[in-house]
């Protein structure tokens, strides 16, 4: 599937995003070039659409990972937080016969583990060969993170977060600006309260330690949840406004 045509020949915006997986080697480049000058599309696009909505793809050497609609929310912004981070961290794909970038069954493990290391992630869950771990851990004191971790068999499964408060990482003051302006009044409220309740707590605080941290998380609103995974807002705002519609979501948050 090739990007449509619009009559914006530059409506495609590159986002430069360092967490763009490499080129390959070996492989040909796949259908999807930007409408003005055919060049290959690589890398995160967004594209202005009316009434206050955007088109963003993930496009991986010509080959599209991710695509979904969702409402501008432009106050907000964060290191933390990239349309990358999904794809990545799920192994999403538009077309599964298409070449992709993870290499193995673990890449995706390996990926968030690096990621939470170098800022790029706030909060995420990895298993990774013993060894493998054991090396993450022996580094991430110096990252901020809090972790926990427990042995599967030869695999050991962490699950780590920032122990700065939300106040710190993020500018929750945009965020629920952005998120009045994008949702129905009564989700947007409920949204607001949820990112607001935050505040002074932690993603690590909050869904690392402890015995019920995660079941907590997979309770938490959707707007706490997409942002502490590093999410983009305005994917998540849109299965949030899907949901309040009592139609199918568009993100699987995990």
Known sequence: MAPRESSRVDA??????????????????????HPDGGQLMNGAYERLLPDRQSEVVTVWFGYPLSHWLGPRMPRFSSPLVSPWNPVLSLGLTLDPAAPVPYADELWCDRWIAEALLYGRKPYGAFTLPAEEA???LAECGGAGLVYQARVIGELIRVVAGRAEPYAHLFDLDALIADYRDALPPEPAEREAAALDAHRHHSPALDYVLGDEGEARFAQVALSVRGLT??????????????????????????
Request: aromatic share 10%; net charge neutral.
């Open 134 to 136: 054991l090396s993450w």
């Open 12 to 33: 495609w915006i590159l986002h430069p995003d360092y967490r763009t997986p490499p080129i390959p080697q070996g492989v040909m480049p796949g259908p999807w070039r």
């Open 229 to 254: 995974l590093g999410y983009p807002p305005g994917e998540t705002a849109a299965r949030i406004a899907a949901e309040a519609m009592a139609l199918p979501g568009t993100l699987g948050l995990s």
